[in-house]
Structure formats: C-alpha cells, structure tokens
C-alpha cells in the first residue's frame, strides 16, 4: 500500500501559543492560543495505534500522569499511553518535569498535591533542542513553557490531571494516584548510531524514534509493519509523493524515501 499523508487538526489549549512558528503560522486561527497539532487518519479509516502530535508551550502543563494497557483496559479504554518527546525548540531554561525527586507513597503524592508541594517535588529537567525523552505510562511527568516539541505517543486521549497550579480544570485525583508510580526518573541513554543517516532517539516497550537525516535514499524494510514519517525540516519524497515539512505520513515496509540535501525526518514506529 502506498504511503499517505494524515490530516491535519489544531487544537486550541490554555496554555498555548498566538504565534506558532512556519510551517504553522499560516494556519493558525489569529487571537487562538494553539497548543497542539494533531495528525489524524483520512476519514473513515480505523484509528492506528500511535497518534502524532507537535506541541507549543507557553505556560506549564498540568502535573498529569497517564495509565498503562493493564489499568486502561480496567476502564474500558483500548490500551494504555506510552509517550516520547522530541524537542524541536527550547528557550532558556526551559524544563520537563518527569518523575519526581525521591520515592513517594501514594498518601505522600496526595498530600503534596494538595498542599501543592507536588510542583517542587517534580523533578523540572533542564532540555534543549535535540533531546528526546521516552515517557512511560506511569510516570508523573508536565512539560514547562517556552517549548516547542514533536511527541509521539500509543493512541489514547486519557489524561489524569493531579495539579493544575489553581487553573479551574477537572482534576482526576483518584484514577490519577491509582495509575502513578511516583519516584526518581531515569536520565535516558544517548542516541544511538544505527545506519548511516539514522540514529535511534529513543526505544520504548511501546515506541521507538529515530532521526534520519541527509540526502539519500532509504528504506523502511526493517522491523515493524508501520511507521510515522514527520518531516522537521527540508524535503524528500515518499513513494514518489512529495513530502515536506509540518506534514506527517504513514508508510509500510514496501515503501522508500527519498531525501534531499539538508533532510531532517522523524520515524516513529
């Protein structure tokens, strides 16, 4: 089957951005704080098990946590959420809060999220653009302002939300201690050189990302069935259709690319 190019949807957040960055800008409805893009299938066609997204930040995210296969499966949902993220750009300073700074009880995470002591007892890294985080579903984690970001994520719209720095949205403090594992996170290993002009990002039991880059031709004939083509920059070509950046595609094992001088591509899978 020849690869095809996903939908694209705009999604307006609170804590989101008036002035998206190309290929974005034009697009975006003026006066609205846009702080996802989401790439969705043509219609009519069965939801894939991974959902593509960039995000823009202008304020902190909620302290969120998200469940796993098992604990989604107990609510009726399809599967759990698994996430990665790409940083495409950060300003100074900016952080991802993921994990927290020591090992907390499920009484001391509801207690600190009460008192509201959970915003310095997340552990903010500090990141920069090129850095990529693989986020288990589990994990206590929020991503800070000044952040533009590609994640890639197991395709599940479910957020418990465990603080919100007194914004008036829904919170989810049941589902939300039942699903977190509160405790020091991990730092994540250093790319990995896999092929000339690939370099695996980051792995998951979920998910994985590289990073292919350069002119050439490549091909997808390896590992898993599908794979998510998201051009960051320059141009290329996926079995013969033109690809560019701001786009995202789909693609099988039968398919190749082709890039051009100054390609920069994600392939999650």
């Not at 939801?47 to 989604?72: C, G, M, N, W």
Request: with cysteine; aromatic share 8%; charged share 25%.
């Amino acid at each position: 089957m020849p690869a095809f190019r996903l939908n694209t949807r705009l999604i307006e957040k609170p804590w989101g951005r008036c002035d998206l960055p190309p290929p974005f800008a034009e697009a975006a409805p003026k006066g609205e704080k846009i702080g996802e893009v989401w790439f969705t299938m043509p219609e009519g066609q069965p939801e894939p098990e991974l959902l593509v997204k960039y995000l823009f930040t202008s304020e902190r995210l909620s302290i969120q946590v998200h469940p796993d296969d098992t604990l989604a499966r107990a609510h009726g949902l399809p599967r759990g959420k698994d996430e990665a993220w790409y940083i495409l750009h950060a300003d100074p300073h900016a952080t991802i809060g993921i994990g927290t700074h020591e090992a907390m009880s499920p009484e001391e995470l509801r207690a600190a999220i009460e008192d509201g002591s959970i915003e310095e007892k997340l552990d903010w890294k500090p990141v920069k653009a090129g850095d990529c985080y693989y986020s288990p579903a589990r994990t206590v984690h929020a991503i800070g302002p000044g952040l533009a970001l590609i994640e890639v994520q197991q395709n599940v719209d479910v957020t418990y939300r465990l603080y919100d720095y007194g914004r008036p949205r829904e919170l989810h403090l049941e589902e939300g201690i039942e699903a977190s594992i509160a405790e020091p996170f991990p730092a994540p290993p250093p790319p990995e050189p896999v092929a000339p002009g690939r370099t695996l990002m980051t792995r998951g039991d979920k998910l994985s990302i590289e990073r292919w880059q350069g002119a050439g031709a490549y091909r997808l004939d390896f590992g898993p069935e599908r794979f998510w083509l998201i051009p960051m920059h320059g141009a290329g070509t996926v079995d013969g259709q033109a690809m560019q950046a701001g786009e995202c595609w789909i693609a099988d094992r039968s398919s190749t690319l082709a890039l051009s001088e100054g390609a920069d591509l994600l392939v999650g899978y």
